[in-house]
């Protein structure tokens, strides 16, 4: 049986469940997921395999730290509004660049440094950029 779902769906209570409709009862032997988000098994790797690689080759083998954000939309900080970003500020709408103007609620995929990367993710509330999750590298 394949299953599409959001998290916090419990795959182990939903077969209980359906055994517990066709009255005959029913349990899992066996679980895999086969994707999250934009990732599948067919870009998946074995540990084993990375295991086996020489240390240099080992990053290339990885999906970048937001290969689950590409839904997000993407805005890029100054080096001083991602400084303050960093630390938990929010950025006012206005000193957005011009191209990250969100909607209300809207959550974002957050960049900025020298070189540019994701600084974490935030959400649009009241005219402002909130940071909800920070990353550091």
Same mark, same amino acid.
């Given at each position: 049986?394949?299953?599409?779902?959001?998290k916090g769906t419990y795959?182990?209570?939903?077969?209980?469940?359906?055994?517990?409709?066709?009255?005959?009862?029913?349990?899992?032997?066996?679980?895999?997921?086969?994707?999250?988000?934009?990732?599948?098994l067919d870009g998946a790797v074995t540990l084993e395999l990375i295991d086996a690689q020489p240390d240099e080759a080992r990053p290339a083998m990885l999906a970048p730290?937001?290969?689950?954000?590409? =839904?997000c939309e993407p805005v890029t $900080?100054?080096?001083?509004a991602a400084a /303050?970003?960093?630390q938990g500020q929010r950025i006012a709408q206005r000193d957005l660049p011009a191209a990250g103007v969100l909607q209300e609620g809207e959550l974002a995929?957050?960049?900025g440094g020298d070189p540019s990367r994701l600084l974490g993710v935030? =959400?649009?509330?009241?005219?402002? $950029?909130?940071?909800?999750r920070?990353? /550091?590298?």
């Amino acid at each position: 049986m394949r299953v599409k779902c959001s998290k916090g769906t419990y795959i182990r209570t939903l077969a209980e469940d359906i055994g517990e409709a066709l009255g005959c009862g029913a349990h899992l032997t066996g679980l895999r997921r086969i994707a999250v988000g934009d990732l599948t098994l067919d870009g998946a790797v074995t540990l084993e395999l990375i295991d086996a690689q020489p240390d240099e080759a080992r990053p290339a083998m990885l999906a970048p730290v937001d290969a689950l954000l590409q =839904r997000c939309e993407p805005v890029t $900080l100054d080096a001083a509004a991602a400084a /303050r970003f960093l630390q938990g500020q929010r950025i006012a709408q206005r000193d957005l660049p011009a191209a990250g103007v969100l909607q209300e609620g809207e959550l974002a995929r957050v960049y900025g440094g020298d070189p540019s990367r994701l600084l974490g993710v935030a =959400r649009m509330r009241e005219g402002a $950029l909130r940071p909800e999750r920070l990353v /550091r590298l």
